[in-house]
DNA sequence: ACGCTAAGTGTACGCCGTACACCTGTCAAG
DNA sequence: CTTGACAGGTGTACGGCGTACACTTAGCGT
C-alpha cells in the first residue's frame, strides 16, 4: 500500500533525469555541493543507483555542459558574419549567467562532448561562409578561446564565487580596506575608473556584461581587419 | 643516534620550505595528486605538521601562486608601453610552462593575494605611465583578464590534460577518428589549416605560443588604436 | 509460470581535509 | 641547574567523497 504509492510516484530514473538534476542542483546549491551522493538524494534513490546511467562523475559533467551547450541560440541565417557571431556569443553568455558554475564546470574537464564540437563546428562555419580562409579561421579560433562559450577568466570573478545560487551577490564585495589604496595605487585609481554603474564609490560594482562586449568587439574588430587584408600566418622555415 | 642522526638530517619545517615542496610536487606529479598528505609524506612528516604552518589547503594554494608570480619578471624600464606589457606576459607565460597546473589553481581559487595585486598593479602602471586615462585602464585590464597572468583558458587544452609531469605530452593526441571529419566538417577542416608545425597531417599540433602571441598582440593593436583615438567609455544615462 | 535482464540497493574501501588532544625539544627566567 | 612556557611535530578520529562489487527486486517476453 505505501510500497504501491511510493512505486507509483517514483518516475523511473534516466540519464536526462540526472542530467537536468544535476543542473538545477548546482544552479541552486554551487557547483561544489554537486556531489553523486547529494544528487542520489535529491532524486530519492540511493548514490550508487546513478552509475546504471552514467558512467562516473566525470560523464555527468560533460553531460551536464552538453544540456547548457544546447540552449545556445542557433545561428541566425542570412547574418553578416561578424554580427552573427557576435549574437552567438552573447547568447552563450546569457545561458552561463543562468549556469554560473558551468565555465569552472567546462575549464575543470578536458572537454570534447560531441555537443560542445558541433557547437564549435558551427562556428567555423559562420566564418567560413563569411569567406575567411581556413587558416585565418583555426588562428581566429584560438583566439577567441573560451569566449565563444560565451565566458572568459576575469582576474576577480565575483559571480564565480563558490558560494550560493547563481544571482548577483546581494552585497557588493564589502569595499576595499583602506591600507589597499595605499599598496596598490593603481589598482585602487582604475577601480573606480569606469563610468557604468553609476559613480558607485566602492568601485568593484563593474558592468560584467559591459567588460565582456566591449573585449568581444575589440577582438572582433581587429579579426575583420585581418580578413579584410587577407592575412595567413607565415609559413615556417622548415 | 640513529635518532640524533634524524634530527640532524631533518632541516625545520617553513612556510617557505612547505610552498616549494608542494610547486615541486605539483610540477612532477600533477595538482590532482597534491594532497596535504603526499605533501606531508614529501617533506618526511605527518600531515598534520603542515598546518603549523598554513592554515589550511587553499591557502597553501594561494602560497604557491604567489610563488609562480614572483617569478614573472620585473617591467623593463624605459620602454614603451605596449612592448613593456607584451614582454611582461610572455614572460609569464614563460613562467606557467614550468607550472603548467597553475592555471587551474588561479581560476579556481578567488584569489586576491598580495603577490597578484602587486603585479597587476605594476600591470596598471605601465598603462598609465604611457598616457592612457584610468578609464581606458580600466576597460583593458578587464579586456586582457588572464592574460595578463600568461595564460588564457583554449578550447582544447593539452598541456593542462590532468596527467603527468608539466611537459608537453610525447604522444600527439591520438589523431582524431575519421568519424570526426564527417561529423565535424568545418573543425576538421581548421585542424590542419594552420601552417605551423609543418604540415603535420594530425592537425592539433599547434603551436601555443604562435596563438597566444597573436592573440595578444590583436588585442595591444585594438587597444593601441583605442588609446591613440582618446576612447572613453560612453557616460550611463543614470 | 518462469526465468532473463535491467534497475536499484547495501556494504565496504581507500582517499581526502582537518579538528583536537597530546607529546617533546628548546630556551629564558628564577 | 631547575623549571615551565611555548612552538613545532604527532596520533587518532570524523565526516565527506567517488566508486567497486555483490546482492535483491521489478518487469517483461515466452
Redesign the interface.
Known amino acids: 500500500m505505501a510500497e504501491q504509492a511510493e512505486t507509483l510516484r517514483r518516475t523511473p530514473l534516466s540519464r536526462d533525469r540526472i542530467l537536468r538534476a544535476a543542473v538545477a542542483l548546482a544552479d541552486e546549491a554551487g557547483i561544489e555541493s554537486l556531489s553523486m551522493r547529494n544528487l542520489a538524494q535529491d532524486l530519492g534513490v540511493v548514490p550508487m543507483a546513478l552509475y546504471k546511467h552514467v558512467a562516473n562523475k566525470d560523464e555527468l559533467l560533460d553531460g551536464m555542459i552538453d544540456v547548457i551547450v544546447d540552449q545556445i541560440d542557433p545561428v541566425a541565417p542570412d547574418t553578416h558574419w561578424k554580427d552573427a557571431t557576435r549574437r552567438r556569443v552573447l547568447s552563450a553568455r546569457e545561458v552561463l549567467r543562468r549556469h554560473p558554475w558551468a565555465p569552472?564546470a567546462i575549464?575543470?574537464r578536458?572537454?570534447?562532448t560531441?555537443a560542445v564540437?558541433?557547437y564549435?563546428?558551427?562556428v567555423?562555419?559562420t566564418f567560413?561562409a563569411g569567406g575567411f580562409?581556413?587558416?585565418l579561421?583555426?588562428?581566429v579560433?584560438?583566439?577567441m578561446?573560451?569566449r565563444?562559450?560565451g565566458?572568459?577568466?576575469?582576474?576577480?570573478?565575483d559571480a564565480?564565487?563558490?558560494g550560493r545560487s547563481g544571482a548577483a551577490s546581494p552585497e557588493p564585495a564589502a569595499a576595499l580596506p583602506p591600507e589597499f589604496a595605499d599598496?596598490?595605487?593603481?589598482?585602487a585609481?582604475?577601480?573606480t575608473?569606469?563610468?557604468?554603474?553609476?559613480q558607485s564609490v566602492v568601485g568593484q560594482g563593474?558592468d560584467d556584461q559591459?567588460?565582456f562586449a566591449?573585449?568581444l568587439d575589440?577582438?572582433l574588430?581587429?579579426?575583420e581587419r585581418?580578413h579584410e587584408q587577407g592575412w595567413?600566418?607565415?609559413?615556417?622555415s622548415?
Chains 1, 2 share one sequence.
Open positions: 569552472l575549464e575543470s578536458n572537454m570534447a560531441p564540437l558541433a564549435l563546428d558551427s567555423v562555419a567560413r580562409s581556413a587558416n579561421a583555426h588562428h579560433m584560438h583566439t578561446g573560451s565563444v562559450l565566458f572568459s577568466q576575469e582576474l576577480f570573478d564565480r564565487r563558490v599598496r596598490f595605487p593603481h589598482l585609481e582604475i577601480a575608473a569606469a563610468s557604468h554603474d553609476d563593474c559591459f567588460e566591449f573585449a575589440l577582438l574588430d581587429g579579426i585581418l595567413t600566418s607565415p609559413r615556417r622548415r
